[in-house]
Protein backbone atom coordinates (compact mmCIF):
# COMPACT_ATOMS: atom_id res chain seq x y z
CA UNK A 1 0.00 0.00 0.00
CA UNK A 2 1.57 3.37 -1.06
CA UNK A 3 1.94 6.25 1.89
CA UNK A 4 0.81 9.22 1.34
CA UNK A 5 4.70 10.81 0.93
CA UNK A 6 5.55 7.45 -1.20
CA UNK A 7 6.08 7.96 -4.75
CA UNK A 8 5.42 5.27 -7.41
CA UNK A 9 8.20 3.27 -9.12
CA UNK A 10 8.49 3.90 -12.69
CA UNK A 11 8.02 -0.30 -12.72
CA UNK A 12 4.74 0.45 -10.86
CA UNK A 13 3.61 3.28 -13.80
CA UNK A 14 4.21 0.38 -16.63
CA UNK A 15 2.22 -2.23 -15.42
CA UNK A 16 -1.10 -0.01 -14.78
CA UNK A 17 -0.62 1.27 -17.85
CA UNK A 18 0.26 -2.54 -19.66
CA UNK A 19 -3.19 -3.70 -17.77
CA UNK A 20 -4.81 -0.50 -19.15
CA UNK A 21 -4.15 -1.13 -22.90
CA UNK A 22 -5.28 -4.75 -21.97
CA UNK A 23 -8.36 -3.67 -20.93
CA UNK A 24 -8.84 -1.55 -23.37
CA UNK A 25 -8.43 -3.79 -26.30
CA UNK A 26 -10.55 -6.69 -24.79
CA UNK A 27 -13.21 -3.83 -24.06
CA UNK A 28 -12.78 -2.37 -27.67
CA UNK A 29 -12.91 -6.13 -29.62
CA UNK A 30 -16.16 -6.53 -27.74
CA UNK A 31 -17.84 -3.39 -28.83
CA UNK A 32 -16.74 -4.04 -32.66
CA UNK A 33 -17.79 -7.51 -32.56
CA UNK A 34 -20.95 -6.22 -31.11
CA UNK A 35 -21.24 -3.29 -33.79
CA UNK A 36 -20.85 -5.52 -36.97
CA UNK A 37 -22.85 -8.30 -35.44
CA UNK A 38 -25.25 -5.09 -35.20
CA UNK A 39 -25.38 -3.77 -38.57
CA UNK A 40 -24.66 -7.22 -40.17
CA UNK A 41 -28.81 -8.47 -38.48
CA UNK A 42 -30.10 -4.69 -39.53
CA UNK A 43 -29.31 -5.69 -42.76
CA UNK A 44 -30.52 -8.97 -43.26
CA UNK A 45 -33.71 -8.23 -41.49
CA UNK A 46 -34.01 -5.28 -44.30
CA UNK A 47 -33.19 -7.39 -46.81
CA UNK A 48 -35.74 -10.39 -45.52
CA UNK A 49 -38.45 -7.64 -45.61
CA UNK A 50 -37.31 -7.08 -49.11
CA UNK A 51 -37.70 -11.04 -50.04
CA UNK A 52 -41.38 -10.81 -48.40
CA UNK A 53 -42.49 -7.73 -50.62
CA UNK A 54 -41.13 -9.64 -53.32
CA UNK A 55 -43.04 -12.90 -52.76
CA UNK A 56 -46.20 -10.67 -52.41
CA UNK A 57 -45.85 -8.78 -55.31
CA UNK A 58 -45.39 -11.52 -57.30
CA UNK A 59 -48.59 -12.87 -55.73
CA UNK A 60 -50.30 -10.25 -56.61
CA UNK A 61 -49.39 -10.09 -60.17
CA UNK A 62 -49.82 -14.08 -60.63
CA UNK A 63 -53.79 -13.79 -59.41
CA UNK A 64 -54.89 -10.76 -61.33
CA UNK A 65 -53.02 -11.95 -64.71
CA UNK A 66 -54.92 -15.02 -63.86
CA UNK A 67 -54.56 -17.27 -66.89
CA UNK A 68 -52.81 -15.41 -69.80
CA UNK A 69 -49.97 -16.36 -71.40
CA UNK A 70 -47.66 -13.97 -70.21
CA UNK A 71 -48.69 -14.17 -66.66
CA UNK A 72 -45.21 -16.12 -65.50
CA UNK A 73 -43.04 -13.91 -67.47
CA UNK A 74 -44.47 -10.72 -65.40
CA UNK A 75 -44.42 -12.45 -62.03
CA UNK A 76 -40.81 -12.86 -62.57
CA UNK A 77 -40.29 -9.15 -63.73
CA UNK A 78 -42.04 -8.04 -60.50
CA UNK A 79 -39.92 -9.93 -58.10
CA UNK A 80 -36.61 -8.80 -59.54
CA UNK A 81 -38.04 -5.89 -59.70
CA UNK A 82 -39.07 -5.75 -56.07
CA UNK A 83 -35.70 -7.04 -54.93
CA UNK A 84 -33.47 -4.62 -56.90
CA UNK A 85 -31.77 -3.12 -54.43
CA UNK A 86 -31.07 -6.11 -52.85
CA UNK A 87 -27.23 -6.95 -52.69
CA UNK A 88 -28.06 -10.93 -53.05
CA UNK A 89 -29.10 -12.71 -55.91
CA UNK A 90 -32.65 -14.98 -56.30
CA UNK A 91 -31.66 -18.18 -56.32
CA UNK A 92 -34.76 -19.96 -57.36
CA UNK A 93 -39.16 -18.94 -58.30
CA UNK A 94 -41.75 -21.40 -57.42
CA UNK A 95 -45.12 -20.62 -58.77
CA UNK A 96 -47.13 -23.27 -57.43
CA UNK A 97 -51.22 -24.51 -56.85
CA UNK A 98 -51.66 -23.93 -53.62
CA UNK A 99 -54.72 -25.67 -51.82
CA UNK A 100 -56.00 -22.63 -49.61
CA UNK A 101 -55.20 -19.40 -48.83
CA UNK A 102 -52.56 -20.58 -46.44
CA UNK A 103 -51.50 -23.76 -48.65
CA UNK A 104 -47.90 -24.57 -47.71
CA UNK A 105 -46.09 -25.47 -51.26
CA UNK A 106 -46.06 -29.43 -52.11
CA UNK A 107 -42.97 -31.04 -50.85
CA UNK A 108 -41.61 -32.33 -54.24
CA UNK A 109 -41.86 -28.15 -55.35
CA UNK A 110 -39.43 -27.45 -52.70
CA UNK A 111 -36.88 -28.69 -54.26
CA UNK A 112 -38.09 -29.14 -58.07
CA UNK A 113 -35.80 -28.04 -60.71
CA UNK A 114 -36.82 -26.17 -63.65
CA UNK A 115 -39.27 -26.32 -65.17
CA UNK A 116 -40.78 -28.24 -62.22
CA UNK A 117 -43.72 -31.24 -61.45
CA UNK A 118 -46.57 -30.70 -64.51
CA UNK A 119 -50.08 -29.66 -62.83
CA UNK A 120 -48.14 -28.47 -59.54
CA UNK A 121 -45.69 -26.19 -59.85
CA UNK A 122 -43.12 -23.92 -62.07
CA UNK A 123 -40.12 -23.56 -61.03
CA UNK A 124 -38.03 -20.57 -62.57
CA UNK A 125 -33.88 -20.10 -61.60
CA UNK A 126 -31.46 -17.74 -63.13
CA UNK A 127 -31.49 -18.80 -66.44
CA UNK A 128 -35.08 -17.35 -66.68
CA UNK A 129 -34.04 -13.84 -65.74
CA UNK A 130 -34.08 -11.56 -67.69
CA UNK A 131 -34.98 -13.86 -70.65
CA UNK A 132 -38.89 -11.91 -71.26
CA UNK A 133 -38.60 -11.91 -75.07
CA UNK A 134 -38.04 -15.76 -75.53
CA UNK A 135 -40.01 -16.95 -72.42
CA UNK A 136 -40.60 -21.14 -71.74
CA UNK A 137 -42.94 -21.28 -69.42
CA UNK A 138 -42.74 -24.10 -66.57
CA UNK A 139 -44.64 -27.37 -65.80
CA UNK A 140 -47.91 -25.36 -64.58
CA UNK A 141 -48.36 -23.05 -67.19
CA UNK A 142 -51.19 -20.33 -66.70
CA UNK A 143 -53.46 -21.18 -69.81
CA UNK A 144 -53.86 -24.56 -66.78
CA UNK A 145 -55.04 -22.57 -64.31
CA UNK A 146 -58.69 -22.04 -62.85
CA UNK A 147 -60.11 -18.69 -62.75
CA UNK A 148 -64.00 -18.79 -63.38
CA UNK A 149 -66.62 -17.61 -60.62
CA UNK A 150 -67.05 -20.80 -59.16
CA UNK A 151 -63.39 -22.20 -58.40
CA UNK A 152 -60.31 -20.47 -58.86
CA UNK A 153 -57.02 -22.10 -58.09
CA UNK A 154 -54.78 -20.59 -55.44
CA UNK A 155 -51.03 -19.80 -56.32
CA UNK A 156 -48.16 -19.71 -54.39
CA UNK A 157 -44.91 -17.66 -54.98
CA UNK A 158 -42.04 -18.73 -53.26
CA UNK A 159 -38.78 -16.41 -53.53
CA UNK A 160 -35.49 -18.21 -52.50
CA UNK A 161 -33.01 -15.60 -52.51
CA UNK A 162 -29.23 -15.94 -50.81
CA UNK A 163 -27.40 -13.22 -50.07
CA UNK A 164 -23.43 -12.63 -48.61
CA UNK A 165 -22.41 -11.35 -45.13
CA UNK A 166 -22.14 -7.32 -45.72
CA UNK A 167 -18.85 -6.56 -43.58
CA UNK A 168 -17.21 -10.33 -43.99
CA UNK A 169 -16.10 -9.83 -40.25
CA UNK A 170 -18.39 -12.63 -38.84
CA UNK A 171 -17.56 -14.90 -41.82
CA UNK A 172 -17.88 -15.65 -45.35
CA UNK A 173 -21.07 -17.28 -45.79
CA UNK A 174 -23.95 -16.66 -47.69
CA UNK A 175 -28.01 -15.50 -45.47
CA UNK A 176 -30.29 -17.79 -47.31
CA UNK A 177 -33.81 -16.22 -47.36
CA UNK A 178 -36.91 -17.63 -48.34
CA UNK A 179 -40.66 -16.25 -48.47
CA UNK A 180 -43.83 -17.73 -49.72
CA UNK A 181 -47.49 -15.60 -50.20
CA UNK A 182 -50.53 -17.23 -51.30
CA UNK A 183 -53.89 -15.79 -53.08
CA UNK A 184 -56.64 -16.19 -55.09
CA UNK A 185 -56.28 -15.92 -58.92
CA UNK A 186 -58.91 -12.99 -59.42
CA UNK A 187 -62.13 -15.05 -60.97
CA UNK A 188 -62.74 -13.89 -64.59
CA UNK A 189 -66.55 -14.47 -66.16
CA UNK A 190 -65.24 -13.46 -69.31
CA UNK A 191 -62.52 -15.70 -69.86
Known amino acids: MLRRHQKLRPDDRSDERGAALVEFAIVA ?8 GTYEMGTAWSDSQLVTQAARSGARVSTQLGIN ?18 DGAVDRIV ?27 SVYDATYFGTYGTWVDGAWPPATRLNDLNSSDHVGVR ?25 RIEPNAGD
Open 29 to 36: SLILTLGF
Open 69 to 86: TSTDSFTVQSIEAAVGDL
Open 95 to 121: IYKANAPDGAIPPACETAAPPGIPGQC
Open 159 to 183: VEVSRPLVTGFLGNTDISMVDTAVM
